[in-house]
């Protein structure tokens, strides 16, 4: 059976907006080391599409920062399944389209032994949650107070109780906050 990581950037008052967070090589190299762990990455359309707005062009220009170019041809090796009910085609390679209820779509590629990583919105990370599909969460809290945004797991309506299993400081003052499901 596959298992589900999840990452999600939060900012201290909860904000999960991707243009709020740092984005510096520490942290991408972190992240690397997540994708490398996977079978493929799970993708709600809006990260999704945010994603594929910018990572193709860099793998194929080449231009950027070092860590960003070899992040974005990590990116575009590795299998990309998209939760939509509303796209209906993707153009980024490898990119997969499941287009049923996360409930059926996700525990299928569980039980074909897939690890996810997810790299998720407040919206298909409170699915996810709330399905109790989420066998790791990574929060990378950021030093940042954003005033504004969807807030993390905001759509969770049933208590989720957690274990913290590991913290990570990073140079940029980002903390890692390592937690499992108690079930």
């Not at 170019?69 to 939760?83: E, G, I």
């Not at 990119?95 to 299928?108: A, M, R």
């Not at 997810?118 to 066998?135: E, I, K, M, R, Y």
């Not at 969807?150 to 140079?171: C, D, I, M, S, Y």
Request: one cysteine or more; a negative charge.
């Amino acid at each position: 059976m596959g298992r589900i990581i999840m990452m999600m950037n939060v900012t201290l008052d909860g904000c999960c907006d991707h243009t709020q967070m740092i984005a510096d090589e520490e942290l991408h190299r972190y992240t690397e080391e997540l994708i490398d762990q996977s079978d493929g990455l799970l993708f709600g359309r809006k990260i999704y599409q945010l994603m594929e707005q910018f990572w193709p062009a860099i793998a194929s220009s080449g231009e950027g920062p070092p860590f960003t170019v070899d992040f974005a041809h990590k990116l575009n090796q590795k299998p990309k399944y998209v939760v939509s009910r509303t796209l209906d085609h993707l153009s980024w390679q490898n990119s997969f389209l499941l287009k049923g209820p996360v409930s059926e779509e996700v525990p299928k590629l569980m039980a074909e032994g897939k690890n996810l990583l997810v790299n998720a919105g407040p919206g298909l990370g409170s699915t996810l949650a709330q399905l109790d599909l989420v066998d790791e969460f990574h929060f990378l809290v950021n030093p940042i107070v954003a005033g504004r945004g969807p807030h993390l797991l905001g759509g969770v309506h049933e208590r989720l109780n957690l274990k913290l299993t590991g913290t990570k400081p990073f140079g940029s003052g980002v903390v890692l906050l390592h937690y499992t499901p108690v079930r």
